[in-house]
T-cell receptor, first 115, second 113 residues
Framework: EAGVVQSPRYKIIEKKQPVAFWCNPISGHNTLYWYLQNLGQGPELLIR????????DSQLPKDRFSAERLKGVDSTLKIQPAELGDSAVYLC?????????????FGQGTRLTVV | AQTVTQSQPEMSVQEAETVTLSCTYDTSESNYYLFWYKQPPSRQMILVIRQEAYKQQNATENRFSVNFQKAAKSFSLKISDSQLGDTAMYFC??????????FGAGTTVTVRA
């Protein structure tokens, strides 16, 4: 079974440019997370989806960040315009649900460098 | 809001010895899940062990075990018989029943040969 797939793995862009990240969760997983991880720190939640609904986006900087999960499967995270401080690893994770199925599976992440 | 605190930024352990990582959390909820995740250098995060708050018995997975103290809101991870492949960053994580998964700042574990 394929795991969580993220692309691209690496992205280098100039500041003020737009950038998009893509995530394909494990088949059948209803819950999808986007996290931001700075070097040497823990992941910080940006947004959580239950199917196609964003149930927690309180930490998403909505002036420049946006996300969507069409049809409750794949998801994209966009930054426009990017700033130097956005340089980080963006992690996507998915889980089957809550209760006994709470294990979150992570993708390999997209490492963004803004220059 | 829930917070997860890992007070040890770095730990070093000799191969075959035991190391214990600490984690405390803050919540007003009575039922929730706790996790330890491992993130090897440049590799993806994987689940090490999981504990359900309503279960008093501490979870174990081979060489990994936890000491869950609900009243103290403490959730430590013990790695026994440490191996070189255990070198990684370890994250404690908390999830209430609502499903929001929150992480601590992590502890870098280095296993010395």
């Amino acid at each position: 079974e394929a795991g969580v797939v993220q692309s691209p793995r690496y992205k280098i862009i100039e500041k003020k440019q737009p950038v998009a990240f893509w995530c394909n969760p494990i088949s059948g997983h209803n819950t999808l997370y986007w996290y931001l991880q700075n070097l040497g720190q823990g992941p910080e939640l940006l947004i959580r989806y239950e199917n196609e609904e964003a149930v927690d986006d309180s930490q998403l900087p909505k002036d420049r960040f946006s996300a969507e999960r069409l049809k409750g499967v794949d998801s994209t995270l966009k930054i426009q315009p990017a700033e130097l401080g956005d340089s980080a690893v963006y992690l996507c994770a998915s889980s089957l649900g809550t209760g006994a199925n709470t294990e979150a599976f992570f993708g390999q992440g997209t490492r963004l460098t803004v220059v | 809001a829930q917070t997860v605190t890992q007070s040890q930024p770095e730990m070093s352990v000799q191969e075959a010895e035991t190391v214990t990582l600490s984690c405390t959390y803050d919540t007003s909820e009575s039922n929730y899940y706790l996790f330890w995740y491992k993130q090897p250098p440049s590799r993806q995060m994987i689940l090490v062990i999981r504990q359900e708050a309503y279960k008093q018995q501490n979870a174990t997975e081979n060489r990994f075990s936890v000491n869950f103290q609900k009243a103290a809101k403490s959730f430590s991870l013990k790695i026994s018989d440490s191996q070189l492949g255990d070198t990684a960053m370890y994250f404690c994580a908390f999830m209430p029943l609502s499903g929001k998964l929150s992480f601590g700042a992590g502890t870098t574990v280095t296993v010395r040969a």
